[in-house]
């Protein structure tokens, strides 16, 4: 059986959709493109991700450390990809707490330096 942090770093690696559980509670930085709360699997992939990578090119999100804390796996990384307004790439750090149940992901806590990322997509 896979740890908490295996499965975290198989969904940086693959966004697979079943390692997300169907109830999660998913909450992301004020200020972050497609900012808020969603609550589901079917609303994370279905109204959440399709708003965040309709306005870049080359999106990934890469963890750079790891941390295992029992029922929650912190992730410090950074996201890195290229405004499809401005054309401007960018590499902006985040830190993330999963917090994971039975090998899915219940919840998000999602912070990054959403000053740095508009900066990178707003036009001069």
Do not use: C
């Not at 004020?30 to 080359?58: I, S, T």
């Amino acid at each position: 059986m896979k740890t908490n942090l295996e499965i975290i770093q198989e969904f940086y690696e693959t966004f697979n959709p079943d390692i997300i559980d169907p109830e999660v509670d998913w909450k992301l930085a004020d200020g972050f493109p497609a900012d808020g709360h969603y609550h589901g699997r079917k609303a994370v992939l279905e109204e959440w991700f399709p708003k965040l990578v309709a306005q870049f090119d080359d999106w990934k999100g890469v963890p750079d450390r790891l941390l295992d804390a029992g029922d929650a796996v912190v992730g410090l990384g950074h996201y890195q990809g290229r405004s499809k307004v401005t054309g401007k790439t960018f590499k902006v750090p985040f830190a993330h707490v999963w917090f994971m149940k039975d090998g899915r992901i219940i919840k998000l806590n999602h912070n990054v330096n959403t000053l740095m990322l508009h900066r990178a997509i707003s036009p001069d």
